[in-house]
């Protein structure tokens, strides 16, 4: 079956790996990547596939309801993939407005074009949003987040992304407007923006520079390779439940303390550093505000229904992140100059 699949925020780390697989694997497919290339945005990750024939870059504002309107009517995407999103917490925390436009006024504006697009001929079309685990706010020492959990958000960025779960799902119920959400955890790998807990600690590895944990250390995320997120972002697209929601995650939970002594090992090793040379970098910090204690998913209803699970360990994950970004240093510094400097000294105060 051809399709013209609109995927948004295809030039920001998640959205990229998508981008590259539907790419790849589906030639009858016209993918057209919608980004506005904000700070996150980075089309070197994609520049490969320029050429592709299947494939169409456009850059522009999710929140630009005129422009968006019109580009539903030129194209007349049967199928958007929605990952746009302004996607960190510390970011959120300086500057939720900015989170409520892009998060929730976008999705609301691209939900809308692609009603009104179909009117109700909703046959073989399909709104899928990718969200996040954080909607579920908290857990404490024991428990998973499973697709019953309530929502009980802490962050700005975690109550936009629920805010746009909740109307993704109510244009379900009130328009039959066909969707489906995923609610993923912690993503790594390749190409993500170093702000984030892993390619900001290499980074700093890598410059020498303190490696700035938050509060004592003792905060637990469930982490995932992003292709193994991409793959799961293929099989719900394909073979997902409309009006269903799946919890993505990779089985995987770490304290951030044992995940920096982790990469810093690998680090060293990697570096031919003395052994604790990297670890001597560890400082602690002030911690986040509302800091969130314990992600961790039950991924087993897409295990289940759609036979997903995580392809790679995460040692093996690691050490390939840890591969790439050494591999890339002109990218790493490339988007590590400008902005990001007046970022991480306002963020880290040196
Ligand atoms: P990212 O910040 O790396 O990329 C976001 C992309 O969206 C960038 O390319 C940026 O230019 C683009 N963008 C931002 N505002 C835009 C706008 N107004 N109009 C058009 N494009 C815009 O984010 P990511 O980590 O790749 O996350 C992608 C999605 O996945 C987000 O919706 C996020 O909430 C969700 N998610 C992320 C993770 C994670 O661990 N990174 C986990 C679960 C869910
Ligand atoms: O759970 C999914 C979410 O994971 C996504 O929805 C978000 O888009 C993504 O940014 C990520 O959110 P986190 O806040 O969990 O990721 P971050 O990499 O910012 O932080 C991971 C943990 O590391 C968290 O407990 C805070 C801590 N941390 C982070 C930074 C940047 C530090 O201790 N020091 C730091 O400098």
């Known amino acids: 079956m051809n399709r013209n699949i ?3 925020g295809g030039a920001g780390f998640i959205g990229s790996h998508v981008v ?8 009858e497919y016209r993918i057209y990547n919608l980004d506005a290339l904000t700070y996150a945005g980075n089309l070197e990750n994609l520049s490969d596939l320029e050429s592709s024939s299947n494939y169409t870059f456009i850059k ?9 309107n019109a580009l539903f009517l030129k194209y007349r995407f049967d199928s958007v993939i929605h990952l746009a999103a302004e996607s960190h917490v510390d970011r959120s925390i300086k500057d939720p407005l900015a989170f409520v436009k892009t998060n929730v006024i976008g999705t609301m504006i691209l ?7 179909w009117n109700t001929n909703f046959n073989d ?13 908290t857990l404490g020492e024991i428990g998973l987040f499973t697709e019953q959990t309530s929502y009980d958000p802490n962050s700005p960025y975690s109550a936009s992304k629920a805010s746009s779960d909740h109307f993704v799902r109510a244009y379900g119920e009130t328009y039959n407007l066909p969707y489906v959400i995923t609610n ?4 790594y790998g390749q190409n993500q923006f170093p702000e984030k807990l892993i390619p900001l600690f290499i980074n700093n590895i890598i410059n020498d520079k303190p490696l700035p944990v938050y509060g004592d250390g003792n905060y637990t995320r469930d982490w995932l390779y992003v292709k193994d997120h991409a793959i799961a972002i293929d099989l719900v697209f394909h073979k997902g439940k409309q009006g269903n929601t799946y919890n993505i995650g990779g ?3 770490w304290k951030n303390i044992d995940l920096v002594k982790l990469l810093c090992e690998q680090m060293d090793t990697k570096l031919n550093n003395e052994k604790g040379t990297s670890e001597k970098l560890i400082t602690y910090v002030k911690d986040r505000p509302g800091h969130d204690l314990r992600y961790a998913i039950d991924a087993s209803k897409i295990n289940q229904e759609l036979g997903w699970k995580p392809s790679v360990t995460f040692e093996q994950g690691l050490k390939r992140t840890i591969d790439w970004y050494l591999d890339n240093e002109r990218w790493l510094s490339g988007v590590t100059s400008g902005e990001y400097q007046s970022y991480y000294q306002k963020q880290y105060n040196h």
């Open 125 to 137: 079309k399909l709104f899928y949003h990718i969200s996040t685990d954080e909607v579920y706010g």
């Open 20 to 27: 590259r697989l539907f790419v790849e694997k589906y030639s």
């Open 251 to 253: 089985f995987n939970e």
């Open 111 to 117: 939900l809308n074009a692609f009603k009104n697009c």
């Open 6 to 8: 609109l995927i948004t």
């Open 60 to 68: 522009g504002d999710i929140t630009d309801e005129n422009f968006i």
């Open 184 to 187: 993923c955890s912690n993503n």
